[in-house]
């Protein structure tokens, strides 16, 4: 699925009557349709059979820590910003097996997977999440190996991308250059629009996927004043951000402040609990289980999302590298936001606020990145060495 | 190809054949007991297929069936086409059922991973070899391939320590090495009780006797990484640059491909831009603590 | 034939000392030879000498029933023995046995202890040099101690 801007010059519109075809063309084109619902009090991605069964008329009041639904008092299909779920959970699932094998006197036969999982369409991407899946795709298809299973399910999304028209309480997409506006990685992207007693979608078309699918839905060319609105929406959503991070040089200011006390200041209040992991889009350290059946004939090896928050995720000879709480924190902190950069050439975090609402204490990643930088190298770490070696 | 500053070596070696997260079999051919809780494990592919190439310095991920897989260096000589040759201590139950493997059980392999000793890069320099406990292993390699074409360096010198005479690993083959007149092995142990004439020390203090030129050398460490830090602060005091000076690190270890995030240290993959280092590229994080 | 006063100036252990000092050294100097097995120093007894190991290898050891002796060090070539005449109450708290043929330089610690009462100067280029020897035998001994080797389990 290759980006063509030149697809996106023409503009479309979509009336909301018409919003069931598209699942219905998708459905059709042997897509499994995933996209935000309602569960357990929060919008989360699952499956979905139709138009209704997205959050309808709700909106999400996010905050530190807290996480709330309200009703909207209008009829918003992706009237929200992002809940706990994020698309690495079809992408990059928490629990994969990786192959089988089997016992065979003193010899073992292996069995691979095949990759065979119906295409997934996801509905409702926000721009934060396509730079979050172009992270991972740095992650799992950029690097020296691939991973199969990534691959195979990647190829295979097609991306409805939705341009937020409000921002989350917790969102700061705006200063990590990473939206409200969807400018690569979709088939399709929509800004929904009501005015004036209209309810309908401007269409931005990216890939030739995404104009198939198009040409078989009801569809207008888009005036210019539909274009305006869409413009007016986005621009505003950029001005509602709840947070904002600063990242100037923030690569070299936190390679330089390892030793800043903000870190133990973080570790008094952090519970190690993994939430912010689990709920980054951007995360995906997993580890490995082999386990065997009762027989001893039989075993398989899978692979789980793990965290860097665990104890025994450093663990080596006895012991762990990472054993305080201050030196895990300080681990994914400076991995999101410093040595992903030069891991991967980009910054980890896309500012999509997760990690702030889902923290159980609250702990706000672009408030710990403002105290470092207000007190930059207040510890002066110095490995300089005399001429005897000595520090 | 990364573009990670920290890559040191060139390009990994030798790709895996099938899918990165499935092991290859591989048949046991002896495991042999080194010292009281070290061991040697000569494995040979089931499918009959050649030893594939690997470079001194990389390792495999090591699987025994229904047990687990763990990372351990390749132990053996790059240039002999024979067994794969693997050296680990007995610590845990993936080592421990390693260890309980007999004559044509097969277990898996994954890898080679990693990047290398510069072997290459050293031609033309002196060569010291520093090497504390189980850190003999790794670099073993990397003197067969320095023996395997002597002429092309300057003074090779090997410098061995150990807790005690009884934990020395490869003691034949060091005393064979020893005899040689274009090889000086210096061996010398923490503590030792009786009969031992040789030397009781720290390996840093082999160092000042290892005759060998600072600003043309280059020094391979590898052992404890507390061994490592007191053996490069001796090396830099006695003269020789950060940017001569290369290390093997170690991490938790996963899936060896740089995807499960457990191998990082900084910015750097153990699995990917380790376990080798140029110094001089990770000293910043090699002296941070808990990272 | 090397003089001693010649091996002394060489030496990097007493180079940069000004010569009215070296004489005083040399003064004191003797060369000594100990045959293989041989102790140089026991355990206990007054500390009145230190040793420039010339050739040869020497190991610093304390015997225990039961256990023997035990090795904590040896030295060779260039290395300096002994400071235990530097240190009140000035005795030898080891044993040092050669190991090998050993040929080394003796010098009477006793006399240049007394000398050093009066001149402070040759008192301070003496701690100068050995000051630096016990710091690296302390370092070395604290790594020792940390038993990095082994494998640690929780």
Known sequence: MTHDSQLGKVLSVLERKDFQQLFDTLREKGYRIVGPTIRDGAIVYDELASVTDLPVGWVDEQEGGTYKLKKRGDAALFGYAVGPHSWKKFLHPPVVRLWQVQRQGKGLNIIEETQETPPMAFIGVRSCELHAIAVQDRVFLGGDFVSPAYKSKRERAFIVAINCAQAGGTCFCASMNTGPKSTAGFDLALTEILEDGRHYFLVEVGTESGAAVLKELPHQP?????????????????TQMGRRMDTTGIKDLLYRNYEHPRWDQVAARCLTCANCTM???????????????????????????????????????????????KARYRQWMTHKLATWIDQFGTSGCVGCGRCITWCPVAIDITEEVRAIRETDHLVTVSTKKDDNGNS | M????????????????????????????????????TFTLELRSSNGAARPAFAPGQFNMLYVFGVG??????????????????????VGPVTKALRNLKRGDEMGVRGPFGTQWPVEQAVGSDVLIVAGGIG?????????????????????????????PEDILYRKELERWRARFDLNVYVTVDRAVGAWRGNVGVVTSLIRRAGFDPQN??????????????????????????DRIYLSMERNMKCAIGFCGHCQFGPSFICKEGPVFRYDKMETFFLLREV | METLKGILAEHPFFRGLEDRHLELLVGCASNVRFDAGQFILRESEEANQFFLIRQGKV??????????????????????????????????????????MTRAIALDGKCLREKSEHDHDLGYELLKRFVPIVEERLTATRFQLLNVYEPHHR
């Not at chain 2, 099938?18 to 046991?28: A, I, L, N, T, W």
């Not at chain 3, 002796?69 to 050669?98: C, H, N």
């Open chain 1, 222 to 238: 888009a005036g210019r004043e539909d274009t305006a609105a869409a413009e007016r929406i986005v621009a505003a959503t950029a």
């Open chain 1, 279 to 325: 709920v980054c889009p951007t995360c995906f350290c997993t580890t490995i289980e082999d386990v065997t059946d009762l027989q001893g004939d039989h075993a398989e090896r899978w692979q789980k999302w793990d965290s860097c928050f665990t104890t025994d995720f450093s663990y080596i000879h006895g012991g762990s590298v990472r054993a305080t709480p």
């Open chain 2, 2 to 37: 990364s573009t990670n500053p920290i890559t040191d070596s060139g390009p990994l070696l030798a790709l895996p054949r099938r899918q990165p997260m499935v092991p290859e079999p591989y048949c046991v051919q002896r495991v042999r007991q080194e010292t009281r809780d």
């Open chain 2, 69 to 90: 897989e763990i990372p351990i260096s390749i132990s053996g000589d790059p240039t002999s086409s024979k067994a794969l040759v693997h050296t680990t201590r007995e």
């Open chain 2, 136 to 164: 003999l292993a790794p670099l073993r390699p990397a003197l067969y391939a320095i023996l395997a074409n002597r002429e092309k360096y300057g003074r090779v010198v090997l410098l061995y320590g150990t807790r005690t």
């Open chain 2, 217 to 242: 050398g280059i020094a391979l460490v590898c052992g404890p990484e507390v061994m490592m830090r007191f053996a490069i602060q001796e090396l830099q005091k006695r003269g020789v640059g950060t």
């Open chain 3, 59 to 100: 190991s610093v050891e304390i015997f225990a029933p039961g256990r023997g002796p035990m090795t904590i060090l040896t030295l060779g070539e260039d290395e300096v023995l002994g400071w235990s005449w530097l240190v009140p109450p000035y005795q030898w708290k080891f044993d040092a046995r050669a190991i090998e």
